[in-house]
């Protein structure tokens, strides 16, 4: 069954593509069938640049497990440098 969870949200930072680092100005991050991993339903994380058209991206998939896990080490790390007076 198709969840059709899609939201995005703005970001600032770099990624690492096939052609090598760009700007990525968005996130995307959903819930619904895996691509390429092997899980029937993943957590769908996409980091991109739409002014650069597709190869600007780029892609993971995960079991919830993962993003729990993930979630959960971001605000770990966003703490401890806000901890030290770190802003942006």
């Given at each position: 069954m198709c969840t059709q969870i899609t939201m995005n949200t703005?970001?600032?930072?770099?990624?690492?593509?096939?052609?090598?680092?760009?700007?990525?100005?968005?996130?995307?991050?959903g819930y619904d069938?895996?691509?390429?991993?092997?899980?029937d339903h993943a957590l769908l994380l996409d980091f991109v640049n739409p002014s650069m058209g597709t190869s600007a991206r780029v892609a993971v998939e995960m079991?919830?497990?993962?993003?729990?896990?993930?979630?959960?080490?971001?605000?770990?790390?966003?703490?401890?440098?806000e901890r030290f007076g770190f802003t942006q």
């Open positions: 703005p970001v600032t930072g770099s990624g690492k593509g096939v052609s090598g680092w760009f700007p990525i100005s968005q996130a995307n991050v069938h895996a691509t390429h991993s092997q899980l079991d919830l497990a993962s993003g729990k896990a993930l979630i959960a080490k971001l605000q770990a790390a966003i703490a401890e440098a």
